[in-house]
């Protein structure tokens, strides 16, 4: 499993020489998604960079659909990523620091919106992230198409932060489809929120 993880870090970064890895605010961070568990019998994710070095991991057991938790490599939760069950016509996730329990009293750092498509119905507009669980003004957007591994986080100016790409080529043998792709972090920018939103979008659109 290492050394497969490995191969395929090794292979996504030979292939995309092409992206940027350094500009005037430093250089991406540029992550592998592999939307499979290391642990057997579980739904889950694994996060390795450009070394092979296992980064994030994620895995879901059945019966808590609702909440996701982020785990380092070495399994500590990062983050924990809630459904807000109040608001049924609206999908909203709330997103907390390390894990949260049932009787937590901790408070969300971030929200996550899915947009409504009644009065817009032809923007590629995602969702949308905010700061807090109340804020009406959002802090990032996010748009293009989860579905196809093609998506961009903007901040206020417009500005990329993170984005999510597909890697398409089939080489050595090993195939990169839809269960492996590429999560491309700016400086400055949190990896571990740019994780999060990857597995918010893929609870809203998968």
């Given at each position: ?201 893929d609870r809203m659109f998968v």
């Amino acid at each position: 499993m290492t050394r497969c993880l490995k191969y395929i870090s090794r292979k996504v970064h030979e292939n995309h020489q092409q992206e940027p890895d350094s500009e005037a605010d430093g250089p991406w961070t540029k992550l592998t998604v592999w939307r499979k568990s290391l642990v057997f019998s579980c739904n889950g994710f694994t996060v390795i960079d450009s070394t092979g070095s296992l980064v994030y991991r994620v895995d879901n057991y059945a019966g808590r659909p609702e909440e996701v938790t982020l785990m380092d490599g070495s399994g500590w939760p990062v983050l924990t990523m809630r459904h807000r069950k109040k608001l049924r016509l609206v999908d909203n996730w709330l997103v907390y620091e390390g894990e949260v329990g049932d009787n937590s009293s901790k408070k969300p750092i971030n929200r996550v919106r899915k947009r409504m498509n009644i009065l817009q119905p032809y923007s590629n507009v995602l969702a949308r992230v905010y700061c807090g669980p109340s804020d009406k003004k959002s802090a990032y957007t996010i748009e293009g198409s989860y579905v196809h591994r093609s998506c961009r986080v903007l901040d206020e100016s417009k500005q990329v932060v993170a984005e999510i790409k597909r890697k398409e080529t089939t080489d050595g043998g090993v195939s990169f489809g839809l269960e492996v792709f590429l999560l491309i972090v700016r400086p400055g920018f949190s990896p571990s929120l740019s994780m999060a939103i990857v597995l918010i979008l893929d609870r809203m659109f998968v």
